[in-house]
């Protein structure tokens, strides 16, 4: 796994602008949370010892305080996430290329931009992959949080970390989270939708339901193929080659294996928050956030190598 070096960065950045950042960040917090329960201290003070009729001053002060906390949370909650941003726009190019090295390229997709503009063609066929994944395979929009779009072994790839809601009963929604990691196949024939289960579906009944309430479940000659969904079972003998069916069946059980327009995705059904980088709460330069991030790129990279083994993706 490759180290990153963070004394470096994008443009031999001054590291320690960023620190000041980060320590500025963690005041403001602190003096916002001290407020806010000033604020709160003193409107039961006022109410319980100051007020003539404190039943008159209930109902204004706890508007008073609701709005005030409200506000509070909101600017203390989008602290982390801005530090995170600008530590990734900072350090994070940086950091992607040292970990694909000369196997390929790879961006993180700011927030506030909406095209790879100056790439290569294959660049913005990855990039493409990474704005219709959710819709192709729930067909409905999906929330992203990190989205990373590029290449490997000229191979155009996405990882897309979502979440994607579903009616779990009849007035409820039940939010699942994982990773989408969609992987381009160059001559792949099959253009149709098919989904490729063992047991159960990533292991949740939410997942089944939304990803094959449209498809109906055909049999298939090779006995390991289990739990094959499609809308059309013509032509899924060049999908089911015994190469990717070990390759599928070797996944673990919180993975999905669906194939739609052409494309193969790779669905993590992990319920946690991949590519941290930049935490308000550790120094600007702790190795240990760096190596988790290298962890989680290198992880999903070697899942396409072995997609890739499979001659499925050529």
């Known amino acids: 796994m490759v180290k990153l070096n963070v004394t470096k960065g994008k443009n031999n950045m001054d590291f320690q602008e960023l620190e000041k950042e980060r320590i500025k960040a963690l005041v403001q917090i602190w003096l916002t949370v001290i407020v806010v329960v000033a604020v709160i201290c003193a409107a039961i003070y006022i109410c319980l010892f100051v007020a003539p009729e404190p039943s008159e001053y209930i109902e204004p002060s706890f508007l008073i305080v609701t709005i005030i906390f409200v506000i509070a949370t909101g600017l203390v909650l989008d602290k982390p996430k801005r530090f995170e941003n600008n530590v990734k726009t900072n350090m994070g190019q940086y950091a992607l290329d040292q970990i694909i090295g000369i196997e390929g390229q790879l961006y993180w997709?700011?927030?506030?931009?909406?095209?790879?503009?100056?790439?290569?063609?294959?660049?913005?066929?990855?990039?493409?992959?990474?704005?219709?994944?959710?819709?192709?395979?729930?067909?409905?929009?999906?929330?992203?949080?990190?989205?990373?779009?590029?290449?490997?072994?000229?191979?155009?790839?996405?990882?897309?970390?979502?979440?994607?809601?579903?009616?779990?009963?009849?007035?409820?929604?039940?939010?699942?989270?994982?990773?989408?990691?969609?992987?381009?196949?160059?001559?792949?024939?099959?253009?149709?939708?098919?989904?490729?289960?063992?047991?159960?579906?990533?292991?949740?009944?939410?997942?089944?339901?939304?990803?094959?309430?449209?498809?109906?479940?055909?049999?298939?000659?090779?006995?390991?193929?289990?739990?094959?969904?499609?809308?059309?079972?013509?032509?899924?003998?060049?999908?089911?080659?015994?190469?990717?069916?070990?390759?599928?069946?070797?996944?673990?059980?919180?993975?999905?294996?669906?194939?739609?327009?052409?494309?193969?995705?790779?669905?993590?059904?992990?319920?946690?928050?991949w590519f941290k980088m930049g935490s308000l709460f550790k120094r600007i330069d702790d190795q240990k956030q760096y190596e988790k991030f290298t962890e989680d790129i290198s992880y999903i990279l070697n899942i396409i190598e072995q997609a890739k083994m499979t001659d499925i993706t050529e």
């Open 109 to 273: 997709q700011r927030p506030d931009s909406n095209s790879p503009d100056g790439h290569s063609e294959d660049i913005t066929e990855a990039y493409k992959l990474s704005q219709n994944a959710s819709d192709v395979l729930f067909r409905r929009h999906c929330t992203h949080d990190d989205i990373y779009y590029g290449t490997y072994r000229r191979t155009p790839f996405s990882i897309c970390e979502y979440d994607h809601s579903i009616r779990h009963g009849k007035n409820s929604y039940k939010f699942i989270y994982g990773i989408v990691i969609a992987i381009k196949c160059q001559n792949l024939k099959y253009k149709n939708t098919l989904v490729l289960g063992r047991r159960r579906f990533s292991g949740s009944k939410e997942w089944e339901n939304a990803l094959v309430k449209r498809l109906v479940k055909v049999s298939h000659g090779n006995e390991l193929a289990k739990d094959v969904y499609t809308d059309k079972a013509s032509g899924i003998d060049e999908i089911l080659t015994p190469k990717f069916i070990d390759f599928a069946n070797n996944l673990d059980d919180k993975y999905t294996v669906a194939f739609a327009e052409g494309n193969l995705y790779i669905i993590i059904n992990k319920q946690r928050d």
